[in-house]
């Protein structure tokens, strides 16, 4: 297969992954009534986020001569920055992305020599932080119908023997059981 063939069909498969990932998210995300778009906005950056560290791992077992590598290094050779250059580089940027998916920098380049244990890592980290964004989406879900029907109010499950008093968290009661021993 010539260079360009090469080249084409790499990026026919991006952007078809691209698409089905971005229906994905229309039917579970961008469609939904209720969300904020703030969230909308956050699940979307994860997908960035997940899609950057693919990339970079990609990069990194790329051969010395390809260009994005050469890109991707070249700089840090350098010691200096091109005229015009956004200020910031694509490695300040994926230090942010490998901090938000959990994937330590220091050694992210070994990591990602492994190509499978790298897609794992990746996952991982994009799965924690959507779980962390729905959890987000289900508590303000769940307030906001609490407020809308009172009765819906989970009974506290944490009653003081002393003064009846409730408390939603067992902590919340060891902390106030306190106030009935001065
Ligand atoms: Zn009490």
Known sequence: ?????NIDEEVNGRISKASSAFGRLRR?????????LSTKLKVIHTLIEKAQARWAGH???MNDSR????????????????AGRPKLRFKDSLKATLKSLSIP???????????HHWRRLVHQGADAERRR?????SKREARKAREKNPSLQPPPEHKCDVCGRCFRARIGLVSHTRTHKD
């Open 67 to 82: 260009i994005p590598k050469m890109l991707l290094y070249g700089e840090l050779a350098e010691g200096k920055r091109l």
């Open 133 to 137: 964004i729905n959890l987000a989406v």
């Open 1 to 5: 297969m010539s260079r360009q063939a």
């Open 28 to 36: 579970n995300v961008w469609d939904r009534r209720g969300i904020k």
């Open 105 to 115: 920098v220091e050694n992210w380049e070994d990591a990602a020599t492994d190509r």
């Open 59 to 61: 990069v990194r077992r």
